[in-house]
């Protein structure tokens, strides 16, 4: 009996989002949740970046604005909200609402590092969780929301 061969290349879910400013990816293991925002509850004081306070799954989370957050204009119509997984599910990113501003798509988990592309050839570029949590943090101790 042959031995199994293994899988030639294995493949990572991608979510794809779609700003003004671009495509960026973001691994589906880091996202809890995709739903629309039905009410969102501003927090005086708080940075731009820092959208408010939404209900979800029986709690609250602090939603931030992604296109903020990468150096971008705000997008009024920002009314999807992807909830990060645990250990950040207290998070999400406003963006804008399927099908225009989000979908899936399997990727090469082995590819190099930087900037991909989807199925259908549009440029991607992979969102750097870190940075941008890092960046709302300084926004939130009175620094610029850009990173």
């Known amino acids: 009996m042959p031995a199994a061969r293994p899988s030639a290349s294995p493949r990572e879910r991608l979510l794809v989002v779609r700003l003004a400013s671009g495509r960026y990816t973001l691994p589906l293991a880091a996202v809890s949740d ?25 709690g609250v989370v602090t939603v931030l604005d ?3 957050l990468l150096g971008a204009e ?32 399997d ?5 190099a590092p930087g900037a991909g592309s989807t199925p259908s050839g549009a440029s991607t570029v992979p969102l750097d969780l870190d940075g941008l949590l890092a960046a709302a943090e300084s926004a939130v101790a009175g620094a610029s929301c850009a990173r």
């Open 34 to 58: 995709l739903a629309e925002c039905s009410w969102l509850r501003q927090v005086p004081g708080a940075p731009d970046c820092v959208l408010g306070l939404s209900a979800w799954r029986g």
């Open 107 to 111: 990727a090469e988990a082995e590819a």
């Open 66 to 68: 992604l296109a903020r």
């Open 74 to 105: 705000h997008d009024p119509g920002a009314r999807c909200l992807v909830h990060l997984a645990a250990p950040l599910d207290h998070l999400a990113f406003a963006v804008p609402a399927a099908p225009k501003g989000v979908s899936l798509f």
